[in-house]
């Protein structure tokens, strides 16, 4: 059950918390002792020209992705070929020297030091855990907006409406046949009685409807019957069975989440700047995600198309970045990127990620996440983008919408109250950051306690 509100440990559960977290710490160095010692009984100083091989194809690899991502035509599937074939190439010349059972073993090894290592500095439930509050009071008249073409028809296969309405709750389906004022639709609900607000839909519509949620102070219910509903996933909410998120109405808890602003537009999970927000842009994007941004990425890497930006989160000024996202509360780092998932959303602060990739060089030196040159990540309250245009396309929670520059992007604390089912896969914990000074610390014998 995910509906427990984390608290501290007791003594004894945090002393043998400790105690494994020692241990586990030491095991990974012993497990990266011991791939150095596989190498080198038995592979000797051939261990030194296996790291260089080895080396070697991770370079060529990320240049080859580069390249595959920057250029078009036969050098794009040139590169693509190089992509494939590297690691193929290297497997080869291990085997071919008999060391393809060491270079196995080790990596195994490495693979399971950074596994204990990854357990041993994991972060303590009540740091990543967003609180619960009781769902006071309990509503009385709940209204849901449903997107019936939205997650390739899940309102109908999964009977929402009418399990909503067995719930007692009132249902408005987007039908069209134009487009629809949810945000509208939302107000005039409220302004009939209505006590709590839900979406059966994608995070554009989520959001548009959650600022009306939290502009009248009322619980908000998310059915996760989008195509990707990120904004469901960092709520710990089932993806896979949207009508289980009705449960929110009988057996429900709360939690306070922060909203993203940009003016007077509400976004939940992120606001995309430069290279992504022009791929969104294009008429072909919804149709063929992937071929789109396949053909738009070799001018925008190269700057040949799309407006120049800049942007200033805080005191931090970014320099004509080619993407900068904004994203309501930091996204975890556990990923090439930076962009995984938000285990918290009620930190009250902007995650800014910009990149900056124009050479084969940078794009390889990604893979030193938050230390990378051409990845720059941040937090601050306020961010504005700018750009040498009078407006801008932005990616608001995948939807494009024009706005004019400089656009100003500012974090709402606590503005909204979404209500959950109690019952909830939840969130799955972050990804730990490899810092090996505090695994160290963490590998020492624990001090004694003098008598008394």
Not at 103 to 117: D, M, R, Y
Not at 302 to 307: A, C, F, H, I
Not at 339 to 361: E, F
Not at 437 to 443: F, H, P, W
Request: some cysteine.
């Amino acid at each position: 059950m995910a509906g427990s509100t984390p608290g501290h440990l007791p003594p004894a559960a945090g002393l043998g918390q400790r105690r494994s977290r020692r241990w586990l710490a030491r095991l990974s160095f012993g497990l990266a002792g011991l791939a150095i010692v596989i190498l080198c009984v038995f592979a000797g100083l051939r261990s030194i020209t296996m790291l260089a091989v080895g080396l070697a194809s991770a370079g060529v690899s990320l240049a080859a992705a580069f390249w595959f991502l920057a250029e078009r035509g036969v050098v794009r599937w040139l590169s693509l070929a190089l992509l494939v074939l590297s690691p193929i190439a290297v497997l080869v010349v291990y085997a071919f020297h008999s060391l393809l059972w060491v270079a196995a073993t080790a990596a195994a090894a490495w693979l399971l030091a950074g596994l204990t290592a990854r357990a041993a500095l994991a972060p303590d439930p009540v740091e990543w855990m967003m609180p619960e509050y009781p769902p006071e009071p309990r509503a009385a008249h709940p209204f849901f907006i449903m997107n019936p073409r939205s997650g390739g028809g899940k309102v109908a296969r999964f009977d929402l409406r009418r399990k909503a309405e067995e719930l007692g709750a009132e249902v408005f389906l987007m039908t069209g046949p134009g487009p629809v004022d949810v945000a509208e639709v939302a107000r005039s609900a409220v302004a009939r009685g209505a006590d709590l607000l839900g979406v059966a839909g994608g995070d554009g519509t989520q959001a548009l409807v959650a600022g009306v949620a939290a502009e009248h102070g009322i619980p908000f219910v998310v059915i996760t019957a989008g195509t990707r509903n990120h904004f469901a996933l960092d709520l710990g909410l089932d993806r896979d069975d949207p009508a289980a998120c009705l449960n929110a109405l009988a057996d429900g808890v709360d939690l306070r989440v922060d909203l993203g602003t940009i003016g007077t537009q509400t976004f939940v999970n992120n606001a995309s700047f430069g290279a992504y927000a022009e791929v969104v842009e294009t008429p072909a994007y919804r149709d063929d995600k992937l071929g789109s941004t396949l053909d738009l990425l070799p001018d925008l890497i190269r700057g040949q198309r799309g407006t120049r930006i800049w942007a200033r989160a805080g005191n931090v000024r970014l320099e004509e970045p080619q993407a900068v996202l904004v994203a309501n509360n930091p996204y975890g780092t556990g990923d090439l990127a930076g962009l995984s998932r938000r285990a918290r959303l009620d930190r009250g602060v902007l995650g800014v990620v910009g990149i900056k990739v124009g050479s084969a060089r940078q794009a390889a030196s990604l893979l030193r996440g938050s230390r990378s040159h051409g990845l720059s990540m941040l937090t601050a309250h306020e961010v504005t983008v700018d750009a040498d245009a009078a407006e801008i396309v932005v990616g608001i929670d995948g939807e494009a919408v024009s706005v004019p520059t400089p656009v100003r992007c500012t974090i709402r604390p606590a503005a909204l109250r979404v209500r959950v089912p109690r019952d909830r896969p939840g969130v799955a914990a972050p990804k730990a950051r490899m810092d090996w000074a505090q695994l160290r610390e963490l590998a020492k014998p624990a001090p004694r306690r003098r008598a008394a």
